[in-house]
T-cell receptor
Framework: DVKVTQSSRYLVKRTGEKVFLECVQD?????MFWYRQDPGLGLRLIYF???????EKGDIPEGYSVSREKKERFSLILESASTNQTSMYLC???????????FGSGTRLTVV | QKEVEQDPGPLSVPEGAIVSLNCTYS??????FMWYRQYSRKGPELLMY????GNKEDGRFTAQVDKSSKYISLFIRDSQPSDSATYLC??????????????FGKGTKLSVKP
């Protein structure tokens, strides 16, 4: 089975800290995505990447950046964490002709 | 108009009931339709996949797509407490740049009571 692994299930960070969320997939997928999920707002796309060193802004990129130095790893960076970035963060991967995305288990980030 | 509309619920049904979950969409270019199930504090997992119009059945689950009405449904027969989860519809155009990214509904929270 395809596996998408997010490094942390729960994180608590302080306002202003730089936060790294790591995602690794083991099926050589080309495409990787970062979403945040909030009650009533559903999944919102932050950034995505179709190839190594390539990145594209999603619907809500402000306050975030990403890094994809290797095909299997896609990192989400919160440059200066704020309380409104408290959320569930989900990573996903796929190939262009795959039937849908495979998601990680999510990281529940709380910024205090 | 949002690209994909899904009633958030919550929907509460007794065990054994038939459940109907629905989404409407506006983009006629969508050809691939999916349903994801998400248990509490977990990531979504792919439940059903359908290409273009028609029905697809998998055990107690049936997915229907009506492209003429831009309407998709997921039916759950003989619902079980283990079906309690949030169900998200998702759909996309054929792959080709960001146009091929999945567009998700906001999810319907389902609770099946014993």
């Amino acid at each position: 089975d395809v596996k998408v692994t997010q490094s942390s299930r729960y994180l608590v960070k302080r306002t202003g800290e730089k936060v790294f969320l790591e995602c690794v997939q083991d099926m050589d997928h080309e495409n990787m995505f970062w979403y945040r999920q909030d009650p009533g707002l559903g999944l919102r796309l932050i950034y995505f990447s179709y190839d190594v060193k390539m990145k594209e802004k999603g619907d809500i990129p402000e306050g975030y950046s990403v890094s994809r130095e290797k095909k299997e790893r896609f990192s989400l960076i919160l440059e200066s964490a704020s309380t409104n970035q408290t959320s569930m963060y989900l990573c996903a991967s796929t190939d262009p002709w795959d039937h849908g995305y495979t998601f990680g288990s999510g990281t529940r980030l709380t910024v205090v | 108009q949002k690209e994909v509309e899904q009633d958030p619920g919550p929907l509460s049904v007794p065990e054994g009931a038939i459940v109907s979950l629905n989404c409407t969409y506006s983009n006629s270019a969508f050809q691939y339709f999916m349903w994801y199930r998400q248990y509490s504090r977990k990531g979504p997992e792919l439940l059903m996949y359908t290409y273009s119009s028609g029905n697809k059945e998998d055990g107690r689950f049936t997915a229907q797509v009506d492209k003429s009405s831009k309407y998709i449904s997921l039916f759950i027969r003989d619902s079980q407490p283990s079906d309690s989860a949030t169900y998200l519809c998702a759909m996309r155009s054929p792959p080709g740049g960001s146009q091929g990214n999945l567009i998700f509904g906001k999810g319907t929270k389902l609770s099946v009571k014993p």
